[in-house]
């Protein structure tokens, strides 16, 4: 055989030989995969993804998460910023779902009261993340019969004009000579705004409040024991009955009065008053914003030459996290205002609670008949992954950091529906021994 066909002989058999210890078996199992390590999640990421997880199982209130092993974790500050907004997703939700049917029925009712109410929408609607304003407006009467206070009514209904926002006229449950006073207002009024800040995308920091006659009277007691609920509030024609307006220092309050209303002696009160909330601007520049007019040759009914309190007040937005606040329980109990609380069961009537915050400190200046104070806290107060120094009476009680946690969350939302009001971390300050 020639060399050469020797040698290809060769080759082939070489190459058959490899390509046969090279085969695969496909019958053979194929060799085990290493699956990746599941990621190590931190306390923080945790507790969100428990939240998450019990948010999915749509509770029908958000108390059903109160009391949860996750709700006392402290968080990041990303992650708490995370828990925050799917917590006020569900609020939403849940106003949407529960109580969309008393806005378009008008009404809110509380046991037998009922307070029906109508809504007037002037001007567009403020690009996001805005929102409208909202005017909730008092009508007069008082301790009348029931059709005179209908009248009254219908009458405010049509008394102002806005340049923008929602204005808002409800019907006082009662006939009694303190229709806008009582208790029951507090809690239907702060439904209404409750409601609206969902179902009529409304601006919580852009609600104000005025009223005429009985319904400035209701103003001068609702604007300070509600402060943290306003923006502005106008007083027309009403009559204080005696009430503290310490708790107006971050509240810009409009005063008017006909110089001849003298039922009352509205018209010298009035002039008093005027002159306490000057006096407490001068001692605090920083608040106690007012706008004050008696009206000269004006009687009850000003000719609504008072209808200039409403422009005024439009320039003012709330702050809700003020660097200054006086509390003063003047009403019904209430147990938050603001960035202070106090814990549950221990509001006392006529007590007093003067605070400051500056950077990472937090004063409480002054109290009087109070007891133990919480101190609300967020990041827009202070860097809370840096230590935060709480001072009473001057004496250092608390150096240190404070933990984010969705329970605080959770407690400052509930009862209240304020996206600009659900704090972070809080701070119990004990009475001293």
Same mark, same amino acid.
């Given at each position: 055989?020639?060399?050469?066909?020797?040698?290809?002989?060769?080759?082939?058999?070489?190459?058959?030989?490899?390509?046969?210890? +090279?085969?695969?078996?496909?019958?053979?199992?194929?060799?085990?995969?290493?699956?990746?390590?599941?990621?190590? &999640?931190?306390?923080?990421?945790?507790?969100?993804?428990?939240?998450? #997880?019990?948010?999915?199982?749509?509770?029908?209130?958000?108390?059903?998460?109160?009391?949860?092993?996750?709700?006392?974790?402290? &968080?990041?500050?990303? /992650? *708490?910023?995370?828990?925050?907004?799917?917590?006020?997703?569900?609020?939403?939700? &849940?106003?949407?779902?529960?109580?969309?049917?008393?806005?378009?029925?008008?009404?809110?009712?509380?046991?037998?009261?009922?307070?029906?109410?109508?809504?007037?929408?002037?001007?567009?609607?403020?690009?996001?993340?805005?929102?409208? #304003?909202?005017?909730? +407006?008092?009508?007069?009467?008082?301790?009348?019969?029931?059709?005179?206070?209908?009248?009254?009514?219908?009458?405010?209904?049509?008394?102002?004009?806005?340049?923008?926002?929602?204005?808002?006229?409800?019907?006082?449950?009662?006939?009694?000579?303190? &229709?806008?006073?009582?208790?029951?207002?507090?809690?239907?009024?702060?439904?209404?705004?409750?409601?609206?800040?969902?179902?009529?995308?409304?601006?919580?920091?852009?609600?104000?409040?005025?009223?005429? +006659?009985?319904?400035?009277?209701?103003?001068?007691?609702? *604007?300070?024991?509600?402060?943290?609920?306003?923006?502005?509030?106008?007083?027309?024609? =009403?009559?204080?009955?005696?009430?503290?307006?310490?708790?107006?220092?971050?509240?810009?309050?409009?005063?008017?009065?006909?110089?001849?209303?003298?039922?009352?002696?509205?018209?010298?009160?009035? *002039?008093?008053?005027?002159?306490?909330?000057?006096?407490?601007?001068?001692?605090?520049?920083?608040?106690?914003?007012?706008?004050?007019?008696?009206?000269?040759?004006?009687?009850?009914?000003?000719?609504?030459? /008072?209808?200039?309190?409403?422009?005024?007040?439009?320039?003012?937005?709330?702050?809700? !996290?003020?660097?200054?606040?006086?509390?003063?329980?003047?009403?019904?109990?209430?147990?938050?205002?603001?960035?202070?609380?106090?814990?549950?069961?221990?509001? !006392?009537?006529?007590?007093?609670?003067?605070? +400051?915050?500056?950077?990472?400190?937090?004063?409480?200046?002054?109290?009087?008949? *109070?007891?133990?104070?919480?101190?609300?806290?967020?990041?827009?107060?202070?860097?809370?992954?840096?230590?935060?120094?709480?001072?009473?009476?001057?004496?250092? $009680?608390?150096?240190?950091? $404070?933990?984010?946690?969705? =329970?605080?969350?959770?407690?400052?939302?509930?009862?209240?529906?304020?996206?600009?009001? $659900?704090? /972070?971390?809080?701070?119990?300050?004990?009475?001293?021994?």
């Amino acid at each position: 055989m020639p060399q050469r066909s020797l040698l290809t002989l060769f080759l082939l058999l070489l190459f058959h030989s490899a390509c046969s210890e +090279s085969s695969v078996d496909v019958d053979a199992p194929a060799p085990p995969q290493v699956q990746a390590a599941a990621p190590i &999640l931190s306390p923080s990421e945790e507790a969100l993804a428990a939240l998450k #997880s019990s948010l999915a199982g749509n509770p029908a209130s958000l108390a059903e998460l109160e009391g949860k092993p996750f709700t006392t974790v402290a &968080l990041s500050k990303s /992650d *708490a910023a995370a828990a925050r907004q799917l917590l006020w997703d569900t609020h939403a939700r &849940l106003i949407r779902s529960q109580r969309s049917n008393e806005n378009e029925d008008r009404i809110i009712t509380e046991n037998k009261l009922v307070m029906p109410y109508e809504m007037k929408i002037f001007g567009e609607k403020p690009a996001a993340p805005g929102g409208r #304003s909202l005017w909730l +407006s008092l009508h007069g009467g008082g301790g009348a019969p029931k059709q005179v206070n209908d009248q009254q009514w219908h009458n405010q209904k049509r008394l102002y004009i806005l340049e923008e926002g929602i204005y808002l006229t409800p019907r006082a449950p009662t006939n009694t000579w303190n &229709l806008w006073h009582e208790a029951h207002i507090d809690r239907m009024f702060a439904r209404i705004i409750e409601n609206l800040i969902v179902l009529e995308e409304v601006n919580p920091d852009r609600v104000y409040v005025l009223g005429y +006659s009985a319904g400035g009277d209701g103003v001068y007691h609702l *604007a300070p024991r509600m402060a943290d609920h306003w923006a502005a509030a106008a007083m027309m024609a =009403g009559h204080p009955n005696g009430v503290s307006i310490l708790s107006l220092r971050n509240v810009p309050f409009a005063l008017q009065v006909g110089a001849n209303d003298t039922a009352y002696n509205r018209h010298t009160i009035a *002039a008093i008053y005027g002159e306490q909330l000057g006096k407490l601007r001068e001692e605090d520049p920083q608040g106690y914003e007012h706008f004050v007019k008696i009206h000269e040759g004006k009687g009850h009914w000003m000719d609504l030459e /008072d209808k200039a309190a409403l422009p005024w007040m439009a320039r003012f937005t709330r702050n809700p !996290i003020p660097s200054k606040i006086v509390w003063e329980q003047t009403g019904p109990l209430r147990d938050r205002s603001y960035w202070l609380a106090v814990p549950q069961g221990q509001a !006392i009537k006529d007590s007093l609670i003067l605070a +400051s915050r500056d950077g990472q400190t937090i004063d409480i200046i002054r109290t009087e008949k *109070a007891q133990d104070i919480i101190v609300r806290l967020d990041d827009r107060m202070a860097d809370l992954d840096q230590p935060v120094i709480i001072r009473r009476d001057g004496k250092v $009680v608390h150096d240190g950091k $404070v933990e984010r946690t969705i =329970g605080v969350m959770l407690a400052t939302l509930l009862g209240r529906g304020d996206p600009k009001l $659900v704090f /972070d971390a809080q701070v119990l300050v004990k009475m001293p021994e």
